[in-house]
């Protein structure tokens, strides 16, 4: 989201993206525009699990930082309904990055799960949008 930053003494109202928007004098910052997020991260405890818009359909990456070797496995969830699971679970070992491209063609909102087979963890990204 792109914000601009505004020093004001008076209520103002501003255009933005087409919509009339009261400018916040006590924040001091107003969206200009609401753009859906393009990649999502988030920390599992022992590595960092991301998904990215890829130019075949969403790619899904799993950095190992710490820990015992697991065995893992990708989803992706979209918001359409469907999901969509990669080639199989595949065992992740510290100091290396897991991918998997799902091409599938444009689905919309969707987000990522990591699934560890060895104690049920599970861990989600937020939603990106293709």
């Not at 993206?17 to 859906?36: F, K, N, Q």
């Not at 999502?40 to 890829?54: A, E, H, K, M, Y």
């Not at 918001?79 to 070992?93: E, K, L, Q, S, V």
């Not at 491209?101 to 969707?110: D, N």
Request: charged content about 15%; aromatic content about 10%; glycine content about 12%.
């Amino acid at each position: 989201m792109e914000l601009i930053e505004l020093k004001l003494s008076r209520n103002i109202v501003a255009l933005a993206s087409g919509a009339a928007v009261t400018i916040g004098i006590i924040l001091g910052v107003v969206p200009l525009s609401a753009s859906a997020a393009t990649s999502s991260c988030t920390n599992t405890g022992n590595g960092t699990l991301c998904v990215n818009i890829d130019s075949r359909g969403y790619r899904a990456q799993y950095y190992k930082s710490s820990g015992n070797p697991v065995t893992a496995d990708f989803t992706l969830y979209c918001n359409n309904g469907t999901w969509h699971g990669d080639d199989g679970a595949f065992t992740a070992t510290r100091g290396n990055t897991y991918s998997y491209v799902f091409r599938v063609a444009y689905q919309g909102s969707c987000y990522l799960k990591l699934y560890d087979r060895g104690n049920g963890g599970e861990w989600a990204t937020g939603s990106i949008q293709r």
